[in-house]
């Protein structure tokens, strides 16, 4: 008898019932499971925004049981990553399939001490070959698949060209120029502003674009992390001058006047998402302004550099076989790539290549950019400029969010906000047990 149900887990509440039920079994430490076969129900968890995908999945697979669990969803959330600690401790209870509320939950799901996310490399192979490697490349560890991408975020250069047109100005072609112009646009009209600092993914704007090594995986114990590295200081010098030039704010792209600082917005590297969840639906900016350019280069560099917000992953548990497998497996198969998903209801750029440009002919539709086939193009072209950047036990977005505006706002000056946040870094690294080089 099929069982199709959505469990809401207000509060983490289901989460925490799950824990306990889990914990019920024989909590024989971290001893190898023998892996589980259901008969073929699968329960899944994901986030509120995933819902409507699982939804899709429910009315594409009817004869598939399957209890969906929707779980908190907080970016750098803890509930999550407790209840699988109680999971593994008790040896049951894991979900099938999770989409993990953070990237940087694949760390944990992932190392020795869990072993939950399953290596899909050989039981996916057919689904991993329609992904860039640049895009998976978050799910690659130690050169074994993990997880697949949801959707890909890379980071464009948003401009607004109806102020571009109106006032004479070009798109820069460097990052270099783009400081430049972001303070001579500041200083001719005031209030104007080209970026954003205070939010945990302007790490990923600023210092993976410029390939800063903040999250350098050498091993499951080991990270390299190195604010002194030259890739770190010139973004930190390129920083220090558009905030001294008033052309940054120190107000991160979720706070709650962050909609009204948006509309002076007139430039800023930032993921593809921001083009449909934040300018259209979230800030309202209207229509015809907004549009997407190719990822800058750095001076002297022939190829574009980029950073990525986000683009959520999806796991599946490695502690099951048999029919319950082969279910989980059509999931993840399903949410990864099929269009009822991804092209119809996601609002993100999907991460699997084949059914990127059915999605994109979506924009033209949709008539919202300036400039359309640049914005398909622009979004194209950055999936491969993605610096390297690994998920690690630390959660650096938190702690770029403590140090940095924080030390702006008290009047401390960029570099001592970036040393700040490197000094605690390394001290995070080390506290969840790195050894930092």
């Known amino acids: 008898m099929k069982t199709n149900r959505i469990l809401a887990a207000g509060v983490g509440l289901?989460?925490?019932?799950?824990?306990?039920?889990?914990?019920?079994?024989?909590?024989?430490?971290?001893?190898?499971?023998?892996?589980?076969?259901?008969?073929?129900?699968?329960?899944?968890?994901?986030?509120?925004?995933?819902?409507?995908?699982?939804?899709?999945?429910?009315?594409?697979?009817?004869?598939?049981?399957?209890?969906?669990?929707?779980?908190?969803?907080?970016?750098?959330?803890?509930?999550?990553?407790?209840?699988?600690?109680?999971?593994?401790?008790?040896?049951?209870?894991?979900?099938?399939?999770?989409?993990?509320?953070?990237?940087?939950?694949?760390?944990?799901?992932?190392?020795?001490?869990?072993?939950?996310?399953?290596?899909?490399?050989?039981?996916?192979?057919?689904?991993?070959?329609?992904?860039?490697?640049?895009?998976?490349?978050?799910?690659?560890?130690?050169?074994?698949?993990?997880?697949?991408?949801?959707?890909?975020?890379?980071?464009?250069?948003?401009?607004?060209?109806?102020?571009?047109?109106?006032?004479?100005?070009?798109?820069?072609?460097?990052?270099?120029?783009?400081?430049?112009?972001?303070?001579?646009?500041?200083?001719?009209?005031?209030?104007?502003?080209?970026?954003?600092?205070?939010?945990?993914?302007?790490?990923n704007r600023y210092l993976q674009a410029s390939g800063c090594p903040t999250n350098d995986r050498i091993s499951e114990s080991e990270a390299h992390i190195d604010l002194n590295d030259a890739t770190c200081t010139r973004a930190t010098d390129l920083l220090d001058k558009m905030y001294k030039g008033k052309a940054l704010s120190t107000q991160g792209i979720f706070d709650g006047d962050a909609a009204a600082e948006g509309q002076n917005l007139v430039m800023s590297p930032g993921a593809a998402w921001w083009g449909n969840y934040l300018f259209r639906d979230t800030w309202k900016i209207p229509a015809g302004q907004m549009t997407a350019a190719a990822p800058l280069p750095w001076k002297g560099e022939s190829k574009p550099s980029t950073g990525n917000e986000g683009g959520g992953l999806w796991g599946a548990s490695s502690h099951i076989t048999g029919k319950e497998l082969e279910n989980t497996l059509t999931f993840m198969k399903f949410v990864a790539t099929d269009p009822r998903w991804q092209v119809d209801l996601s609002t993100g750029l999907p991460g699997y290549g084949p059914v990127q440009d059915a999605w994109l002919a979506k924009l033209k539709t949709d008539g919202y950019f300036a400039d359309i086939p640049t914005t398909q193009a622009a979004f194209k072209s950055a999936l491969g400029d993605v610096q390297p950047y690994s998920y690690m036990l630390y959660d650096t977005g938190s702690v770029w969010t403590e140090t940095v505006s924080p030390t702006l706002i008290s009047g401390g000056s960029v570099p001592d906000a970036i040393k700040k946040f490197g000094d605690e870094l390394v001290n995070q690294a080390k506290s969840v047990g790195y050894t930092v080089q």
């Not at 889990?22 to 190898?32: H, Q």
């Not at 049981?65 to 593994?88: L, M, R």
């Not at 899909?120 to 799910?139: E, H, N, Q, R």
Request: aromatic residues 12%.
């Open 14 to 203: 289901a989460i925490a019932s799950l824990a306990l039920a889990g914990c019920s079994g024989d909590a024989g430490g971290n001893a190898p499971q023998a892996q589980t076969d259901s008969g073929g129900k699968i329960t899944v968890w994901v986030d509120p925004p995933r819902v409507p995908a699982a939804e899709a999945f429910q009315k594409a697979y009817p004869d598939i049981p399957i209890d969906v669990v929707q779980i908190d969803g907080t970016v750098g959330g803890k509930t999550v990553k407790q209840s699988f600690a109680n999971f593994d401790a008790a040896g049951s209870g894991w979900p099938d399939a999770i989409f993990f509320p953070s990237n940087d939950d694949i760390a944990w799901a992932t190392n020795s001490t869990s072993n939950y996310a399953a290596d899909l490399t050989d039981i996916m192979a057919d689904t991993i070959k329609g992904y860039d490697p640049a895009v998976l490349s978050f799910c690659n560890i130690d050169g074994k698949i993990r997880c697949l991408r949801n959707d890909a975020a890379p980071d464009v250069f948003w401009y607004n060209k109806a102020f571009f047109d109106e006032n004479g100005y070009t798109v820069p072609t460097t990052w270099e120029e783009y400081g430049d112009l972001a303070v001579k646009i500041a200083a001719e009209h005031p209030g104007k502003i080209s970026g954003f600092l205070g939010d945990a993914y302007a790490i």
